[in-house]
Every structure is written in C-alpha cells, then in structure tokens.
C-alpha cells in the first residue's frame, strides 16, 4: 500500500532538511574548529572533522534519514535521484515527479535558513557571505578546478550513485541494505570531490544554500542542477541495457505493508 502524496512529500521534506542540514553543517561548524583560547592546554589545537568527517556526515544523513522514512516516500531526498529513478521507469507519476522536486527544494532551503540563522548569531552580520558550504567552480572551487571539470566530476559522479541506487532496490538486492550502501557511496563520492566541487550531486543541497551563501554561488547554481541531472538521465536510460536488470515494475516511490489479516479456522 502506497502512502498518501501528502505523507511522501512530508518525508522526502524531513529528509532532504535533514540531508542538508546534518552534511552541510557539518561543513560550515565542525570541518575547521580550533580549542578555544580559555583551553590553556589546547590552544589552538585542530579539533575539526575535517574532509573525512564531513563526507561521513553527508552519508550518515542519507542513511538514518532513508531508514526512518525510506519506507514512506522511496527516501529520494535529491532531485537528481527522483529524476534518475523516472529515466530508469522506476518513478512512473510525472505529477508526483515534479511534487517530489519542490518538496526537496522546500525541505533543503529551510535547512539553509536555519544554518544562516546559526552561523549568523554566532559571527554577526554578514559573515555568513562565502560561508555556508556552497558548491562552485573556478575561484569557488575548493581546489581552483574549472567549470569544465566540476561539470564532467558531477556528471560522473552522480551517474554512478544512481547506478548504485538503481542497484540495491532490487528485488536481485540483499534485503535491508540499501541505506547502507547508499550512505557509504554518497560517502565516498564526498571523499572524491569535496576539494573539486564542495560536492553537490543533489540540486537541492546546492540551492539549499546557494543564496545565503551569495560570493557567487548563486551565479554558479546552474551547473548544479544541470551536471547532476544529466549524470542521473545517464545512469537511468542506461542501468537496463548495461545489467541485463528490467526493474520496471519495482517502484521506488514508498510502500507501506497491508495490516495483517488473521484467517477465521472453520470446523
């Protein structure tokens, strides 16, 4: 049994939110911290998580996330995915397609507002300005990457998390998994590209945090809408021809079991 629209859109809200919120706060507050100065001891000692940990924050968020409300919405919590899972026929409702889309971008943009609001009580006016974790090319790029190679990493790295996707939702799939493949992927593919691109492959975690983060990332939100989709539409026309795997049928939009019904015994 399908849960209502109304249920799967408040889920796939809550888990793009938290998506957004658990991996890029993990990249604004904790990625670089230093010991206070009261810390006599520790005083300028580096007590941040670093690349490791924010890559692990991305992909625990995915996990919890799809393992508490996966059951309910299919635990898209990225455009790029719900778009991908249509070009693979696993999404079939072009009207719940688009639903999902603004339901991820609603959940990831109050996300962004709540770490502008934190990060803003804590340094001041304006300081959030090239601070909240956006994702860019050229001199927003984290290592000085150019358009063309943030725009072929995001392509290529969202094809093959699709394809990981597309994988492990399977009924030929060990059961109960699934989130935890998908969280170590997303992981890796942080490990791979946060000094490339800050690491996007989600649209709705670019513009999560695109304009309150403004130095440019507004300017630059095109390429992450249109790199991650193209590397999805990829990975969806081609999972069937490359595996030899029709999963059609097999929906990834939530399922609910039917109440069990107990069988009267006659005499």
């Given amino acids: 049994m399908q849960p209502a629209l109304s249920k799967r859109l408040g889920a796939e809200l809550l888990g793009t939110f938290w998506l957004v919120f658990g991996g890029c706060g993990s990249a604004i507050f904790a990625a670089k911290f230093f010991a206070p100065a009261g810390l006599a001891d520790a005083q300028g000692t580096e007590l941040g998580i670093g690349f490791l940990g924010v890559a692990l924050a991305f992909g625990l968020s995915v996990v919890t996330m799809a393992y508490a409300v996966g059951h309910v919405s299919g635990g898209h919590f990225n455009p790029a995915v719900t778009i991908g899972l249509w070009a ?8 719940d397609l688009f639903a999902y889309l603004v339901a991820q971008v609603v959940g990831g943009l109050l996300a962004g507002a709540c770490l502008w609001g934190l990060y803003k009580s804590a340094k001041g006016p304006g300081s959030a ?8 090319y050229g001199d927003h790029s984290p290592g000085g990457y150019s358009m063309w190679a943030v725009f072929l990493a995001e392509v290529l790295l969202t094809a093959f998390f699709l394809f990981v996707i597309l994988g492990v939702t399977t009924r030929h799939a060990p059961q109960g998994f699934a989130p935890l493949a998908i969280g170590l992927t997303l992981t890796l593919i942080h490990l791979i590209s946060i000094p490339i691109s800050n690491t996007s492959v989600n649209p709705a975690r670019s513009t999560a945090v695109a304009f309150f983060n403004g130095d440019g990332a507004p300017g630059q939100l095109w390429l992450f809408w249109v790199a991650p989709i193209v590397g999805a539409l990829i990975a969806g026309w081609s999972y069937e021809a490359i595996t030899g795997i029709d999963a059609s049928n097999e929906e990834v939009s939530g399922s609910l079991a039917e109440p069990a019904v107990e069988a009267e015994v006659s005499d």
């Fill in 129 to 136: 300005v090239g601070n909240m974790a956006a994702n860019g």
């Fill in 88 to 95: 693979a026929r696993r999404f079939d409702n072009v009207r």
